[in-house]
């Protein structure tokens, strides 16, 4: 509670407040929104709202804050269709210029924070979501907010809520599985499949692919128009031999074997891939410009 003091100080008191929330409402802002750079324009609105919000009744600021961080962001996936009909490009290796990452970049805690709370397929995953699945996932399962309170946000009933994130907990499920470990077996496979892809060797590829194999771009992606989500051994591998991926190369994602297309050695769309029972049986591919420069791209020679 503020005393007499911070009350005759309430603007400084509330900024001072709103420091000590802000790394946990960045952190639901990007889980929400996927987006670096729409996740801090999230918690600036919150802070605008605070700003100008009559807050002597608040008991839990946190909580209120939370709130309103998730209310912007719900905003913001309702109008993100038409904030984003424009493609950014063509598949990677097409002539098609892409839009740079944008400069600059977050404070280092905070990309060590972000690589480590969201892996790249769950992104991709939370991209499928309708918002309102999203907002009742994400502040649900991730920060144990009550349905009753998500509810009131979204204007629906308790149970209608729980729901909605039971069924975006399903998806989420349905592709979680337990991956491989051995990053030099991983890139050894990676390499394979892009040698067998440049050759347009459609039986070698089937035989790398889990044959419920899905293949997964984020929004950015899948506006390029060259690829949706495509589900099959033999048809993502028919897709990967048509297409031939001639602009991707060999590249350590956060570490991980994986490849990108980087046109003028700037990453552009980055291929993560996910082995089980040394098969792979995901493709993420990524291409949202945010995304992709808070990711840690090492390219790799041959």
Not at 190 to 206: E, H, P
Not at 224 to 251: C, I, P, Q, T, W
Not at 263 to 286: K, N, Q
């Amino acid at each position: 509670m503020a005393t007499e003091e911070d009350v005759l100080n309430q603007p400084e008191w509330l900024a001072e407040q709103f420091e000590v929330h802000r790394a946990h409402l960045r952190a639901v802002a990007y889980r929400m929104l996927g987006s670096p750079s729409e996740a801090d324009d999230a918690v600036q609105e919150a802070w605008l709202r605070l700003s100008r919000a009559d807050t002597s009744d608040v008991a839990n600021l946190g909580g209120w804050l939370t709130t309103v961080v998730a209310r912007v962001c719900l905003d913001m996936l309702r109008s993100r269709t038409s904030r984003r009909e424009e493609p950014f490009g063509g598949w990677p290796g097409a002539p098609a210029e892409v839009a740079a990452p944008a400069a600059g970049g977050t404070d280092p805690e905070h990309e060590v924070m972000l690589a480590d709370s969201v892996g790249l397929a769950l992104l991709v995953v939370l991209e499928t979501l309708a918002p309102a699945e999203r907002v009742a996932f994400v502040l649900h399962d991730m920060f144990a907010v009550p349905y009753e309170e998500i509810g009131a946000m979204l204007e629906r009933s308790p149970g209608a809520t729980k729901q909605l994130a039971s069924r975006a907990r399903r998806r989420v499920q349905d592709t979680a599985t337990v991956p491989d470990t051995d990053l030099n077996r991983q890139r050894e496979a990676v390499g394979a499949f892009f040698a067998a892809s440049r050759n347009g060797d459609f039986d070698a590829l089937v035989a790398m692919l889990d044959p419920d194999v899905v293949v997964r771009p984020d929004r950015p992606a899948a506006l390029a128009g060259s690829l949706g989500e495509v589900r099959g051994a033999e048809d993502v591998a028919a897709n990967f031999a048509r297409r031939g991926a001639k602009g991707a190369r060999m590249a350590l994602i956060n570490g991980i074997p994986g490849a990108v297309w980087a046109p003028g050695g700037t990453p552009r769309v980055i291929f993560s891939f996910t082995f089980v029972d040394g098969r792979i049986t995901a493709i993420d591919i990524l291409g949202d410009p945010d995304v992709v420069s808070q990711l840690d791209v090492a390219i790799l020679s041959g």
